[in-house]
């Protein structure tokens, strides 16, 4: 079955360290990834996604994330991180194959950056 | 400005009524999703539609109904046969032809049933 595990519900940071929020897949073949996140009571907000091509994907307000084919994961990553960027943050993978279009996402993990 | 329009954003229901949630798109995508949110459970797919007045069940369907007469709107009803309808529900458009495309998000509608 599909499947995709953010393996850590709360990661903390302190302003301006880098952050990793991590995540791991799996799904057959070679899914399309992506990034959101969520503010307190709001939709979703897309932040980057990876298709094809290079491994480092570069995404919106300074985010990007690293597909790794062999360990299954694509981590999100910032190298100095702000308390604005304190919120909830879901990855979603999407089959090649078929043509659904549906994203199956993680159960999210909460960022919490502190001054 | 181009978007997707989820109404209304609280809504209480008692036990036993059934409610419908609205979601109406402008961004002339043809694939619309309805999805549930729960605390730590991350989102799960209700129901799906890639055209017009066609639709499939996604992994949570039961309990709840929708319609896709138009483009543009895909509400949702949530019956009395949901069991636990408390939650937090969002919609989301992309384009049919895109399977590479990012799914857009509405702001979401926050049900509780008293």
């Known amino acids: 079955a599909q499947s995709v595990a953010q393996p850590e519900d709360q990661v903390n940071v302190a302003e301006g360290n880098p952050l990793t929020v991590k995540c791991t897949y799996s799904v057959s073949g070679n899914p399309y990834l992506f990034w959101y996140v969520q503010y307190p009571n709001r939709g979703l907000q897309f932040l980057l996604k990876y298709i094809t091509g290079d491994n480092l994907v570069k995404g919106s307000y300074g985010f990007e994330a690293e597909f790794n084919k062999s360990q299954t994961s694509f981590h999100l990553k910032k190298p100095s991180a702000l308390v604005s960027d304190s919120a909830l943050y879901f990855c979603?993978?999407?089959?090649?194959?078929?043509?659904?279009?549906?994203?199956?996402f993680g159960q999210g993990t909460t960022l919490q950056v502190k001054p | 400005d181009g978007g997707i329009t989820q109404s209304p954003k609280y809504l209480f229901r008692k036990e036993g009524q059934n409610v419908t949630l609205s979601c109406e798109q402008n961004l002339n995508h043809d694939a619309m999703y309805w999805y549930r949110q729960d605390p730590g459970q991350g989102l799960r797919l209700i129901y799906y539609?890639?055209?017009?007045?066609?639709?499939q069940k996604g992994d949570i369907a039961e309990g709840y109904s929708v319609s896709r007469e138009k483009k543009e709107s895909f509400p949702l009803t949530v019956t009395s046969a949901q069991k636990n309808p408390t939650a937090f529900y969002l919609c989301?458009?992309?384009?049919?032809?895109?399977?590479?495309?990012?799914?857009?998000f509405g702001e979401g509608s926050r049900l509780t049933v008293l």
């Open positions: 979603a993978v999407r089959e090649r194959s078929g043509n659904t279009g549906k994203l199956i």
């Open positions: 539609s890639q055209i017009v007045n066609d639709f």
């Open positions: 989301a458009s992309s384009m049919f032809d895109s399977n590479t495309g990012e799914l857009f």
